[in-house]
């Protein structure tokens, strides 16, 4: 009987954020709370990241919350946004940027192999560029290999793929 194989992944749909981002800055173009106060949210598609810039904390997380709202109803997992600075801006204002998470990183791949190995299933798990292949017999096996690994709770937009 062939082997059964699927794909560990953590990517996303750049045109999706895309559309979650327009869809947050009409919504907080047109907020009342919002007017008269530093509010933007800027997407720089090519960088694949998110610059958030508001006057107070309160404004910048509800920001957050707004766009995070627009990629949960869009299908992006919210685990896809990574803060990678906190800094001051002009006039009071906070700025944060994060990044979009897309493609496993190496020490995180490792993490997966490691955890998938130690648990003794009857698979294989070998490390593709950005992408996981696990091979077993049975699709059951592999079924709970994805449990397992939804388990682990990582920082990661992961999603499983590539069926066979």
Request: charged residues 30%; proline residues 2%.
């Amino acid at each position: 009987m062939a082997d059964n194989s699927m794909d560990i992944m953590a990517s996303v749909d750049v045109h999706e954020i895309d559309n979650a981002w327009q869809q947050a800055t009409r919504e907080i173009g047109q907020r009342w709370d919002f007017k008269g106060k530093t509010a933007e949210l800027e997407w720089n598609k090519g960088e694949k990241k998110v610059t958030v810039t508001a006057g107070d904390k309160m404004v910048l997380d509800a920001m957050l919350d707004i766009f995070k709202t627009k990629l949960a109803k869009r299908g992006i997992n919210t685990k896809a946004l990574e803060l990678k600075t906190e800094e001051n801006a002009s006039g009071n204002a906070i700025r944060q940027i994060y990044t979009i998470i897309d493609g496993i990183p190496a020490d995180r791949a490792k993490e997966i192999t490691k955890m998938i190995k130690a648990a003794k299933y009857k698979v294989q798990a070998s490390i593709q560029g950005d992408v996981i292949r696990v091979t077993g017999k049975s699709r059951d096996i592999l079924q709970e290999v994805q449990q397992a690994v939804k388990e682990m709770d990582l920082p990661l937009p992961i999603s499983f793929g590539n069926y066979k």
